[in-house]
């Protein structure tokens, strides 16, 4: 399993937007699908949305589908996920994984994530 590191949350109003990145540390994901999961304390992780390893294919979550986009650059060995019209329900902290299939959300090393807090 190849250690994530990720970045780009903040503090922004409901409505707002922020763009996520995820970058592999000490090997590379550019050959799996990566999927994006958040966590809010007391509940469990879930998966919002993935991306097959050529880009191809993307899954999200209901909630998210069209406010959010993930895409990935193999080339720069990166994922994104571009949030749109953000609502309150979606503060969390945001991690990325792989490799990455549609319902896998067990891995042995999670990243730091990083924090997305949006207010009404």
């Known amino acids: 399993q190849v250690h994530v590191v990720e970045s780009g949350g903040g503090l922004v109003q409901a409505g707002g937007s922020l763009r996520l990145s995820c970058a592999a540390s000490?090997?590379?994901?550019?050959?799996?699908?990566v999927g994006w999961f958040r966590q809010v304390p007391g509940m469990e992780r879930e998966a919002v949305a993935g991306?097959?390893?050529?880009?191809?294919?993307?899954y999200y979550i209901g909630s998210v589908k069209g406010r959010f986009t993930i895409s990935r650059n193999n080339a720069e060995n990166m994922v994104y996920l571009q949030m749109n019209s953000l609502e309150p329900e979606d503060t969390a902290v945001y991690y990325c994984?792989?490799?990455?299939?549609?319902?896998?959300?067990?891995?042995?090393?999670w990243g730091q994530g990083t924090q997305v807090t949006v207010s009404s």
């Open positions: 000490g090997g590379t994901f550019s050959n799996v699908g």
């Open positions: 994984n792989a490799p990455w299939r549609p319902g896998k959300t067990r891995y042995d090393y």
């Open positions: 991306i097959s390893r050529s880009g191809d294919n993307t």
